[in-house]
Every structure is written in C-alpha cells, then in structure tokens.
C-alpha cells in the first residue's frame, strides 16, 4: 500500500472500533429502558453519555466493545500464527474469547496468559454480558486447553445479536475476499451462537464494513453484501430484516423511535444489523454521526448493541475524524482501543517487519503470541 493509503485504512480502523465503542457506550446504560422513558429522559435522544448506576461510570463501554477487542486481537494473532505454514485460522479468534471469558469469571489478569490484552485490568468488568455468550464458552473450555476445543460451533439454537455485534472486525481485514470474511465472520459468530440467522447476520455486517473499508458508498456496499447473502441457505430473515430497514431508511416515516421500533428491538441478531443499518442511511452525512448514533440507542431494546453496529459502519466509512470529539475523549479505553487499531494496522500492512526477517519479531510476538 502506498503511504497515503495507509493513513486512510488506518482512520477507517480507528473510526470503526471507536465508532463502535462510543455508541455501544452510549446505548448501555439504557439498554433495558423503554423507549418512552428514554424520550421523556432525552428529547432529542441519547447524545452524551450518562452513568449508568453504581460501578457503571457515564463512558462506560460494555460486552459488546469487550468481545469486539478481543476479537482484534485474536485476528492479529492469527495473522502471526501464518509464520507456522498454518495458514490464517480463525479458530484462534475463539481462543481470544475465551481468555475474554477470563476477564467475566476472575477479578483479575491470573498471570497464567500471554499476550498484553488479557493483563488490562480495566477489562475485567461484567457489563450484563450475555448469558448465550457465557455458557457457550464455558462449555468450549470444558474439553480442556487444547487446539481441538476451538474453532467449533456452538450446540444451541440461539439468534441473539451477540454474535453480530462483535464481528466488524473481520471486515477491517485488507487482504481477503468478500466471501471469506463474509463467512468467517459467520464461523466466529457460530462458536457462541448456533442459529443460522445468528451467523449469516453476522457474515452481513463484516461484509458490509469490508466493503465501506475498501471504498465502496454505504448503499453500494449493502447491495453487493445483500447479493452475496441471498446465496445462502437460510437467509430469509436476515435478507427481510435488511431490506425493511432500507425500505423505511428510504420513506417518508420519519426518523424517530417509533421508526426504529418497526425493525424490532435488536435483541436478536438480525433486528440488531437492521436497526443499525436503518440508522446509519438515516443519518448518512459525516457531520450527522451524533444524529446516527443517537437514533440507534434511543428506543426500547438492545441499545449498546445497534449503537455499537451503527458506530462500526459510519466510522469504517467516514475515518476517525468524522467521531464526536465530545465523546471520543470520554469514552473508556479509547488508549487500548486505539492502540489495537494501529496494531491491526501494522499488522496487516507492515507485517513482514514485526515477525519475519526484519526485527523486532520477539516483542512483537509476546505482544500477540500466534495462540
């Protein structure tokens, strides 16, 4: 890549995770309030960020920016692991999820992982994680820490959005194809969510960022993902949730909570992409991401996570700068947030001089071991 290029994927990284993480710390301490008491509470919707009860400070991030920083980290990781001839394996993004699994059952980093992520003791807060995410994972680990237990799919039937609203990530990749991130990302959904709307949801949005990464308008990036899903066995509700949302993004309702709450209340996995997407056509305008972001959250349902998917896509497709300063300097972790973009941007463009024949390949590999 040329310089130039590079700075302009590395503002799409940046805006993506941090985009991500100010709606979904918006949204969480709203999360289970109706969106009447929201209203009442916020007239022009969630635009600044509230405390969220006790422990629960205003900028407060929560599961959803939690599971999507691992997942960062376990792509890194995987892009080291290729020096083995193993190829790019994503069941090493399970791996990362379950040393998150670490950060929801102990008070603390134990000494026993490597990596730098796991020892951020910030991490180590339950922010009303969730419960399909919690069990699917313990039972992963049951089999022991061994190369076998990951990379599989969950054995459940569940849909709900925590699979969707952790993938951008995947979109985030230079290299690959639309199908393979489109299915990666459906794969990494499924080691925790077993329904097959809760996966291809999820493949929907890692292509929808993947294409905003690499250019393409929000509109165009939507037809080609919504092309490509309708391929797969199983799509109907994800393929019906997207086409509403556009539909309602292109009508005279109005754009307000009542509209939202058409595309229902996002705590399943294809109502969470819908209402994210509604949102960001809604408000598609660089300087109308605070109008996006608070349309996302304001209203009765999983609001952390349509914020968070809402701030994935128009931070991917505007770059960092386009972010509400008010909130990027108050948002929790922006320092580790910030520092795994640019690492997945090193990564992924300067790879060869981090851990191939250049040095300095060992700090970089205690950094992100290739496990």
Avoid at 48 to 69: I, N, R, S
Avoid at 241 to 250: D, K, P, Q, V, Y
Avoid at 319 to 340: H, K, M, N, S, Y
Wanted: with cysteine; hydrophobic share 40%; charged share 20%.
């Amino acid at each position: 890549m040329a310089r130039a290029d590079d700075e302009a994927y590395r503002a799409r990284v940046r805006g993506c995770l941090l985009g991500g993480a100010i709606g979904d710390a918006l949204g969480g301490p709203v999360e289970f309030n109706d969106g009447r008491s929201i209203v009442a509470a916020h007239p022009d919707g969630v635009r600044e960020f509230v405390a969220g009860g006790p422990g629960w400070p205003a900028g407060t991030v929560t599961d959803d920016t939690q599971m999507t920083l691992f997942t960062v980290e376990g792509l890194i990781r995987a892009g080291v692991r290729t020096d083995r001839g193993l190829g790019f394996t994503v069941g090493v993004v399970h791996h990362a999820y379950d040393r998150w699994l670490d950060t929801q059952l102990l008070p603390g980093p134990s000494g026993e992982r490597e990596g730098w992520l796991q020892g951020e003791q910030w991490l180590y807060a339950r922010r009303a994680p969730g419960n399909t995410c919690l069990s699917a994972l313990t039972e992963a680990r049951k089999g022991g820490d061994s190369i076998k237990q990951f990379g599989g799919q969950a054995a459940n039937d569940s849909k709900g959005c925590g699979g969707v609203m952790r993938v951008a990530p995947f979109g985030l990749l230079l290299k690959p194809s639309l199908e393979w991130v489109f299915k990666a990302a459906a794969d990494a959904a499924g080691y925790t969510h077993g329904h097959v709307t809760g996966k291809l949801a999820s493949g929907a949005l890692a292509a929808i960022i993947r294409e905003l990464n690499h250019g393409a308008e929000l509109n165009t990036a939507l037809d080609t993902t919504q092309t490509l899903l309708a391929e797969q066995p199983g799509h109907e509700e994800t393929s019906t949730a997207l086409a509403t949302a556009r539909e309602l993004a292109a009508g005279e309702l109005g754009r307000g909570p009542v509209t939202v709450e058409l595309l229902g209340g996002g705590w399943i996995a294809e109502e969470a992409l819908a209402i994210g997407v509604y949102c960001a056509l809604a408000y598609p305008e660089p300087d109308q991401f605070l109008d996006a972001l608070a349309l996302a959250v304001t209203h009765s349902g999983d609001s952390d996570s349509t914020g968070a998917i809402c701030g994935n896509i128009l931070g991917v497709l505007h770059g960092e700068t386009a972010l509400p300063a008010e909130l990027v300097f108050g948002v929790e972790g922006r320092g580790t947030i910030l520092q795994l973009a640019d690492d997945l941007v090193l990564e992924f463009t300067q790879g060869n001089r981090l851990h191939g024949d250049y040095g300095p390949h060992t700090a970089w590999k205690e950094r992100y071991p290739g496990w």
